[in-house]
């Protein structure tokens, strides 16, 4: 058992250290819910550890895209653009994190939130405390609830390939191309002006 938990544990860290096309976390949880038969115990240890590993993962994600992405694929001025964003959001901390915890209680796709945060260079703590305290009350949530979900939700999308269904692959698409969009914003005018403005090359 303690070996399956630890296979669980690396897995939910491994999806979503990926950005995109991996199968969402809250789902495996209902998945391992409905199957194992786990007391509320044992769920309520499966969703903490989740939640530490899901952050753990996102923590890592972000940090590849300001040490690689950030650093050496962007140019000065892309950087010079998405600072003055940077800023603006320094000045505004408490929504920053607010909109992270509420973010995380959803079961929309972080991987690409992430990967823009880590464009901005901001400090991860800002980020990550209020997502590891939303992602344990959503796991909580799909793992107590999955003895009676988990045969319409998990089983049938595994079964049906939900995971790679046409619909999902279009999420992770438009998501990844707002990541596209986020750093083509010119950030100056959407705070001097309150309109968005794309930078012409």
Avoid: C
Wanted: glycine residues 4%; aromatic residues 16%; without cysteine.
């Amino acid at each position: 058992m303690v070996l399956v938990l630890i296979g669980i544990i690396v897995s939910i860290f491994i999806i979503n250290v990926v950005p995109a096309f991996m199968p969402p976390t809250w789902m495996l949880l209902s998945f391992i819910g409905y199957n194992f038969h786990l007391s509320n115990y044992h769920l309520a240890i499966l969703a903490i550890l989740a939640a530490v590993a899901a952050t753990s993962g996102r923590i890592v994600l972000a940090l590849f895209s300001k040490k690689v992405i950030r650093n050496k694929i962007l140019g000065e001025n892309t950087r010079q653009n998405i600072d003055v964003l940077k800023q603006n959001l320094e000045k505004g901390k408490f929504f920053a994190s607010s909109f992270f915890a509420l973010y995380a209680l959803s079961p929309l796709p972080s991987g690409q939130l992430f990967l823009a945060y880590g464009l901005t260079d901001l400090k991860l703590i800002i980020a990550v405390i209020p997502f590891f305290i939303g992602r344990i009350i959503s796991y909580l949530f799909w793992a107590y609830t999955a003895s009676e979900v988990s045969e319409r939700i998990a089983m049938t999308s595994l079964k049906s390939g939900a995971f790679f269904s046409i619909y999902f692959i279009l999420v992770q698409i438009v998501f990844l191309y707002l990541v596209y969009l986020f750093t083509k914003i010119d950030w100056r005018v959407f705070f001097s002006e309150h309109k968005i403005v794309f930078i012409k090359k």
